[in-house]
Structure formats: C-alpha cells, structure tokens
C-alpha cells in the first residue's frame, strides 16, 4: 500500500529548530520527488520546498530560503523537513506529498500531489 | 508570493450542481500553467481531484469535472452528495518569486 507516515506532533520554543520525518512505503522512494506543504490554523495551504529524492537536489519557497533544509536518507525511504529559528507564525499542520507526473498525448505531463502524509502539527510556543 | 483567490464558500442542494472559481494571475494560470484541485474532508490530508485542469486520476467519480480559460479555472461538481461537504483548493505554478506552487485560499462546500 502506497502511503507517507509522518512523525509526531512536536512543541518547541521560540528560536528553536523542529525536524519531520516522512517516511514512504510501497513504492520506489527515489522515483518521485516530494514536496513539502504548510497549513497553519485557518489559513491556506502553503508550499515550502521541493527535494528530488534521486539525487538530493532541492528547491524552496523564497520566504523560508535561509532557515529551511529538505533533506532524505534513501536506505531508510524517508525525507525529512528541518525549520529553523522559529516563531509563532510557524504553528502549523506540515505535510509531506509525492508528486507524481502524469503523461497525455503528444508528449504532454502534467505533475500532481497525488499522496499525503497524514500530517505533523508544530506548535511553536513560549 | 502571487496567490491564487477562490470564495470562502459555496453551497448546494443534494443533486444539484455548484462551481467553484479559482482566479489567477499573469504570472500562473494566465501563463499556461496547468490547474490542480484538491477535496480536504475535516481532520485529513487533502486529496487529489483534477489534474491538469481538467483530468481526474483512477478513482475520482466523473461528477468531478475542471475547466481553465484565461486567468482563471473552475471546479464543477454535480450530483451533489452529502459527503462531498469538504475544503477545496486549487492549485497551480507561478513563474514570479523564482518559481513556485500557490494556492488558492480554499473554498468550504457546505451541503444544504
């Protein structure tokens, strides 16, 4: 069964650092990239970054370049988020999702976020 | 960060029909980018619905169905069932920023 299993809910304190971990099952890790996405209480869904789980190479949202690492440890099938220097803004439901590409006719693609994790709650809170 | 504008909420009666808009910008759907849509039932991770702005992947019931025209895209669902009460959001690329995914701010489906 092909699904993200996410780590626990996690309290830190203003300034500190918060690591999630996002481990994928029944498929090949390194076939598909992953994205991490935010959703702080009441608000929209927000991505933060991207990480191509074959080669280590990523990609992040501007407003958290400089205190935001996505990194993976393919032995273990699992990518992991790493926020830095946080604040109460940071309180939020973060999610790991796959992306997957889809192909049409003509050499079309089109990608998705086709599986969710099921989701790690940060509260930041002094 | 360019953001995707959906309204906060719309509602149906059982069977009937109801769209939701997703309107963008320049620099994302009116650029070409392509148009996702996600269900977020209360308490789970959010589901994929459209891809492609107008593809529902295996599984999706074709009461689902999306359009894109210009700077904007839509979300139709017919055959309203009580279960289809969820947040919905789109999604799409935006070239500004260096480029990256924007949401919209979500749409709560209340069915009457």
């Known amino acids: 069964q092909v699904q993200l299993v996410q780590s626990g809910a996690e309290v830190k304190k203003p300034g500190a650092s918060v690591k999630v971990s996002c481990k994928a099952a029944?498929?090949?890790?390194?076939?598909?990239?992953m994205h991490w996405v935010r959703q702080a209480p009441g608000q929209r869904l927000e991505w933060m970054g991207w990480?191509?789980?074959?080669?280590?190479?990523?990609k992040y949202s501007q407003k958290f370049q400089g205190r935001v690492a996505i990194t993976r440890d393919t032995s273990a099938t699992t990518a992991y988020i790493e926020l830095s220097s946080l604040t109460s803004e940071d309180t939020a439901l973060y999610y790991c999702a796959r992306e997957v590409r889809y192909y049409g006719s003509n050499g079309y693609y089109w990608d998705a976020f086709d599986i969710w994790g099921q989701g790690t709650m940060v509260t930041v809170s002094s | 960060q360019s953001v995707l504008t959906q309204p906060p909420s719309v509602s149906g009666a059982p069977g009937q029909r109801v769209t939701i808009s997703c309107t963008g910008t320049?620099?994302?759907?009116?650029?070409?980018?392509?148009v996702l849509w996600y269900q977020q039932l209360p308490g789970t991770a959010p589901k994929l619905l459209i891809y492609g702005s107008i593809n529902r992947p295996s599984g999706v019931p074709d009461r689902f169905s999306g359009s894109k025209s210009g700077t904007s895209a839509s979300l139709a669902i017919t055959g309203l069932q009580a279960d289809d009460e969820a947040d919905y959001y789109c999604?799409?690329?935006?070239?500004?920023?260096?480029?990256?995914?924007?949401f919209g701010g979500g749409t709560k489906l209340t069915v009457l």
């Open positions: 990480l191509n789980t074959g080669n280590g190479n990523t």
């Open positions: 999604q799409s690329y935006d070239s500004g920023l260096s480029g990256c995914w924007v």
């Open positions: 029944g498929y090949t890790f390194t076939t598909y990239a």
């Open positions: 320049s620099s994302n759907i009116g650029a070409g980018y392509e």
